[in-house]
């Protein structure tokens, strides 16, 4: 089922995490009056989010107050409403909001025509686009570089996240210990 979620001014918008250290689900939750969507994103969408709304936000006017640490709590919730494929950014002028898309994982195959040349590309997944304030905007940036900086630290050999419970270093093959 795809629903389209047009969240033109969220009460709040956050990031989050759920589950222990190298097992968290990344998620994106946003709510606006009483409706509330949650989607998980990759750590890799997160960081990669962050980045782009920092140097973003460096190109604006300086937000003022941004959002309290509560406000950018996780509310509960049961499971995400979607899976993001990718993600969009744009800024809106005349508005003064930063306008972020998030489009779903598309599980279905794309067919191709009988000679191989036609695809058809149907879209059946959701989408949310939100239009947030710098306010909002910075905040997601800085706490969403927090929780993915807060993860396993890489290995300095191979820059695989080091697994508590034992790492196969695909640079010593696993046979041996990294010369240090």
């Not at 689900?25 to 782009?52: D, H, N, P, Y």
């Amino acid at each position: 089922m795809s629903d389209t979620y047009d969240l033109e001014r969220p009460d709040r918008v956050t990031v989050g995490t759920v589950g222990p250290v190298g097992e968290r689900l990344f998620v994106l939750q946003v709510r606006e009056g009483a409706q509330l969507v949650t989607m998980k994103l990759e750590k890799m969408q997160l960081s990669a989010l962050c980045r782009r709304l920092g140097r973003l936000l460096r190109e604006l006017p300086r937000p003022h107050e941004l959002p309290g640490a509560a406000a950018l709590q996780l509310e509960p919730f049961s499971e995400p409403d979607f899976v993001v494929r990718y993600l969009v950014l744009t800024y809106d002028e005349v508005a003064d909001r930063i306008v972020l898309l998030a489009d779903e994982i598309d599980r279905t195959e794309t067919p191709v025509g009988i000679e191989g040349l036609e695809e058809v590309a149907d879209h059946d997944g959701s989408t949310a686009r939100m239009s947030m304030t710098r306010e909002q905007a910075a905040a997601i940036a800085i706490r969403g570089t927090e929780l993915v900086e807060a993860g396993r630290p890489p290995c300095p050999l191979c820059g695989h996240p080091l697994d508590p419970r034992g790492h196969a270093c695909p640079r010593t093959n696993g046979n041996q210990p990294p010369l240090t």
